[in-house]
């Protein structure tokens, strides 16, 4: 069998495929935050949990989701895994932030925007941190 010749990566590939993975990772985050919210509000409407209580799980809702599609991003990058998990936590603060602006014409960040960022940042930093990718294995 002939073996296959690999082409050369362009410099700028790999920066980009890293790119397109953070983003993807922060769309997979900003699906399960949006998901776990849905649960959240279900829950307070239900009157199992008290709104008293929902700034405290949306910031832990915000770093689950950050953390989830920090793992998508950092198991798919090929380097600087811490910055590509809070790559992904900023992704999910600026989707948050969109949807908010949308939803709410005349929303600020001072409304409890700066617990929201810190809470996006740290779960993709978490996820930086603490998932490592799979050993290469050797060829014999």
């Given at each position: 069998m002939k073996k296959r010749d690999r082409r050369p990566e362009e410099p700028g590939s790999q920066w980009l495929n890293t790119v397109c993975v953070v983003l993807k990772g922060g769309?997979?985050?900003?699906?399960v935050t949006i998901l776990a919210?849905?649960?959240?509000?279900v829950l307070v409407s239900?009157?199992?949990?008290?709104?008293?209580?929902?700034?405290?799980?949306?910031?832990?809702?915000?770093?689950?989701?950050a953390l989830a599609g920090g793992i998508y991003a950092v198991c798919r990058s090929g380097s600087g895994r811490l910055l590509a998990g809070v790559g992904v936590g900023a992704v999910l603060f600026l989707l948050l932030l969109t949807a908010g602006l949308i939803a709410y014409r005349g929303?600020?960040?001072?409304?409890?925007?700066?617990g929201i960022l810190c809470a996006c940042l740290c779960g993709g930093a978490i996820a930086g941190i603490l998932v490592r990718r799979p050993k290469k294995k050797r060829r014999r």
């Open positions: 769309v997979l985050a900003g699906v919210l849905l649960v959240c509000a239900a009157g199992a949990m008290p709104v008293e209580a929902m700034y405290g799980s949306v910031l832990a809702v915000c770093v689950l989701g929303a600020s960040v001072a409304n409890g925007g700066a």
